[in-house]
């Protein structure tokens, strides 16, 4: 389903250029549950940019779903990104001006789903993550995991192929990370591919495949037991 | 240093109210470290900006250093602020206009440091954070963790009386998260009272007080061998 083949990625700023990635290949099955974990400042938010089509490659080659990514100009890229992927963001990336019910109806909104369906689906998914009665709130009337919990609903309302989410639940405590966990298992018994960055080694435990960066490579992958 | 009695803080919404603190009352001796934990939602961010002059209780008494918190005007109770206290914000709050070496000195412009001297305090700074080699770009050309350590190097750069650190490693891989928590009882040991929110019960152990947290009120505080 996604084939990353040798890929870097170059920052150039000024005289000083930052690799970010120095040649990573990796291949994620269709159902597959990949967790990365990594140093901070060793690429994984940039791999997983790349992997979501939201950024390209300095050189290397990425095939989703049998797609060349290259051979796509950015409106096709951003169509194929929107039907395939739903992406939980670092930094969450609400929209301010609008509600909680609202955000998590964007990826709907452009989808064309009617709006009596959309707001079912959305309220549905704010319900799974704790915070229906939130609704009608905005994103900076809400305490920082509250804000991630609403980025997760988003994510999963489009029933998207597959979910990139980087570091879902960094800013959540033990037990809501762990019912935002049970969220995700679902979604991965019913099909869905899942890629995960995570700093905590108990929460990327869930996954069936771990992949450790560092310095803008892959050093390691662990598969089972030896997790 | 921080004598909280029964605040609360409720926040009114069109015809709904939060009540994100229920009756909250905390001592922190001179020198202390506690770490404050508790499920999302449950308002410890929104304890420490009070506590941080950030904000104001809806109800009840906060004397910091001896001054009743109330018996400030806005302005009074800023330069309190800027004077005693830095802090480490769960959203970290870098001007993205600034650099990260510039974001780091604005503590030292407050203070109206000398241009020389706010330079060369950033820079060793940054570089007890390991960014010495960014200084120059801008907060959107950083990782989540990246941002979250210049924001900890901002904290640091003005010797303050009080750091409170809300969530300062949750977007951190758990050697760059030991390096700052070793940063910070550095800093205790040389004095600096510490109150530091956290998800995760390893950086909890570094403290010498824990706080429990649940639905705006404190369950239960933990000392020593407890916790
Ligand atoms: N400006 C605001 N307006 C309305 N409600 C708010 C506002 N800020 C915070 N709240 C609410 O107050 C409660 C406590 O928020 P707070 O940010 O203190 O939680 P927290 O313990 O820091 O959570 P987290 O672990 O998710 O960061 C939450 O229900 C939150 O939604
Ligand atoms: N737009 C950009 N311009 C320049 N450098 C960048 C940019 N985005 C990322 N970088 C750099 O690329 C490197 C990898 O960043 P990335 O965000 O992928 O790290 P990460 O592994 O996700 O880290 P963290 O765990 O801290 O989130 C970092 O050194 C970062 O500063
Ligand atoms: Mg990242
Ligand atoms: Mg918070």
Known sequence: LIEVQ????TYIMGDSEVHALRGVSLGVEHGEYVAVMGPSGSGKSTLMHLIGCLDRPSTGHYTLDGTPVEDLDDVALSALRNRKISFVFQSFNLISQLSVAENVEVPLIYRGTPREEREQLAAQKLASVGLAHRRNHRPNELSGGECQR??????????PDIVLADEPTGNLDTKTGEEV??????LNDSG????MVTHD???????KRLVQMSDGKIDRQLVGEEK
């Open 6 to 9: 040798d890929i870097t990625k």
């Open 150 to 159: 609403v980025a997760i609903a988003r994510a999963l309302v489009s029933d």
């Open 181 to 186: 966990m049970a969220i995700l298992a679902e």
């Open 192 to 195: 869905t591919t899942i890629v």
């Open 201 to 207: 080694i108990v929460k990327a435990k869930h996954a």
